[in-house]
Nanobody
Framework: QVQLVESGGGSVQAGGSLRLSCAAS????????MAWFRQAAGKQREWVAM???????TYAESVQGRFTISRDNTKSTLYLQMNNLKPEDTAMYYC?????????????????WGQGTQVTVSS
């Protein structure tokens, strides 16, 4: 069983920055694909960024160049640095773990989820 706990959400003005963290339990964090998803009110959950256990990172087009995903395997922690935030980035952000080295795009491909952290960007 893996537990994921997100933190770092909040309210910022457009153009601002936030850094999300996701602390994971368990000893095999380094072998998991880790990802960030988000879900805005009334919309489906969508992937934002993912970091495979091999070290490869992938970003949704909407956040490319503004968000950076990283991980510290020594701390079993995943991060999402979000810069130049836009009102359309407003959503609940979720950390997810897939118990394989490679990543996938669909939420159903992930085994564990955190409780989410709210990000609100005002114009």
């Amino acid at each position: 069983q893996v537990q994921l706990v997100e933190s770092g959400g909040g309210s910022v003005q457009a153009g601002g920055s936030l850094r999300l963290s996701c602390a994971a339990s368990g000893r095999t964090f380094s072998t998991y694909c880790m990802a960030w998803f988000r879900q805005a009110a009334g919309k489906q959950r969508e992937w934002v960024a993912m970091h495979s256990a091999y070290g490869y990172t992938t970003y949704a087009e909407s956040v490319q160049g503004r968000f950076t995903i990283s991980r510290d395997n020594t701390k079993s922690t995943l991060y999402l640095q979000m810069n130049n935030l836009k009102p359309e980035d407003t959503a609940m952000y979720y950390c997810a773990a897939r118990v394989t080295w490679s990543c996938a795009l669909g939420p159903n491909d992930y085994n564990y989820w955190g409780q989410g952290t709210q990000v609100t960007v005002s114009s």
